[in-house]
Nanobody, 121 residues
Framework: QVQLVESGGGLVQTGGSLRLSCAAS????????MNWYRQAPGKQRELVAAITSGGSTNYLDSVKGRFTISRDNAKNTVSLQMNSLKPEDTAVYYC???????????????WGQGTQVTVSS
C-alpha cells in the first residue's frame, strides 16, 4: 500500500516561513511528478508547485519567488519551503504524486492527508 504523509504545517505570522515535507512509502518502483496543492475555505483546490523526476519545477504565479519545491529521489520525499508568507497563503496543503508501485500495472495518483497552514496578519 502506497502512502503519502505530510508534515510541517502550523501557524505563522505574516512574513514568516514554514517548510512542508511529504514522504512516500510502500512498494514504490518509480515516482514521476510530485506536487503541492492547497485548498482554502470556500475555494477550489489549486496547484501551488510541481517538480518532475528530473528536477524541473513550476509554480503558481502568486508564490513565485517566495516558495521553493524540492525533492529527494533516493528518499521518495518532496518539500516545499515557504518564505514571506501572506494571509492569503492560508489553506490546507496537500502532497500529490504519480507513483508506479511494484504491484500495479501503471502509474496512479496518490494524495496525502493534508496539513494546515495558517498565516496571521
Amino acid at each position: 500500500q502506497v502512502q503519502l504523509v505530510e508534515s510541517g504545517g502550523g501557524l505563522v505570522q505574516t512574513g514568516g516561513s514554514l517548510r512542508l515535507s511529504c514522504a512516500a512509502s510502500g512498494r514504490i518502483f518509480r515516482i514521476n511528478n510530485m506536487n503541492w496543492y492547497r485548498q482554502a475555505p470556500g475555494k477550489q483546490r489549486e496547484l501551488v508547485a510541481a517538480i518532475t523526476s528530473g528536477g524541473s519545477t513550476n509554480y503558481l504565479d502568486s508564490v513565485k519567488g517566495r516558495f521553493t519545491i524540492s525533492r529527494d529521489n533516493a528518499k521518495n520525499t518532496v518539500s516545499l519551503q515557504m518564505n514571506s508568507l501572506k494571509p492569503e497563503d492560508t489553506a490546507v496543503y496537500y502532497c500529490n504524486a504519480e507513483i508506479l508501485s511494484r504491484n500495479s500495472a501503471g502509474f496512479m495518483v496518490y494524495w496525502g492527508q493534508g496539513t494546515q497552514v495558517t498565516v496571521s496578519s
